[in-house]
């Protein structure tokens, strides 16, 4: 590795370097199903997307693993299915949860 890329390696954090597509950043409503055959559904925000997947924001917390069918509020037959990834509490200012979810490629849509 020459220094220049070491230099600029070492100022990015791993998510940094090991993300190779691109992130498009766009709010559009959500809801959010969980559970058995979907009963439990939640409403929220994108924040941003990608090939692999998206990032949301909801009222409610998702679990790590959780299987979850996200719908787009605006157009009901754009729905997909994905796993969280991570999860993000939050903050004492804010009401809402953030989480990552990755397109789950084994689940039929």
Known sequence: MSPLAAEVF???SL???SRREE???VTLP???RTGWQGATEVNGNTVDYSE???RVRASAPLRVRQ????IVSDNPTLKRNYSVMWVREPSTDQSVYEAGLEVDRDRPE
Request: aromatic content about 6%; glycine content about 10%.
């Open 10 to 12: 070492m100022g990015q």
């Open 15 to 17: 998510s940094e370097v």
């Open 23 to 25: 992130r498009i950043y």
């Open 30 to 32: 959500v809801t959010l």
């Open 52 to 54: 692999r997947g998206l």
């Open 67 to 70: 299987d979850v069918e996200v």
